[in-house]
C-alpha cells in the first residue's frame, strides 16, 4: 500500500480509531533505538579533533571574519 492511499484510509477512520493510530506509530518509534552504538563511539572519539587551545571568537572578530568573507566573495 502506497502512502497516499494509507493516508486515504486512516481520513476514513473516526477520530478515535486516529488517535489510537498515531499512539501506536508514536510507540513503535520509541521502540526503535535512536542511534546506532557504533557511531555514537565514533562520534566521541572525533570530539577530540576539534579541541583547540585557541579561545573562541569574540561577537566582532565573527562579524569581521564573516564581513571579510562576504567581501572576498562578493567583490571579486
Known amino acids: ?37 557504533n557511531r555514537s563511539e565514533a562520534i566521541k572519539r572525533m570530539k577530540g579533533l576539534l579541541k583547540t587551545n585557541q579561545t573562541a571568537p569574540t561577537d566582532d572578530e565573527v562579524t569581521a571574519m564573516l564581513e571579510q568573507r562576504r567581501m572576498e566573495k562578493y567583490l571579486r
Do not use: A, F, T
Open 1 to 37: 500500500m502506497l502512502l497516499q492511499e494509507l493516508k486515504g484510509q486512516v481520513l476514513k477512520l473516526p477520530v478515535s480509531d486516529r488517535l489510537e493510530l498515531v499512539r501506536s506509530i508514536i510507540e513503535s518509534i520509541q521502540e526503535v533505538p535512536s542511534s546506532n552504538p
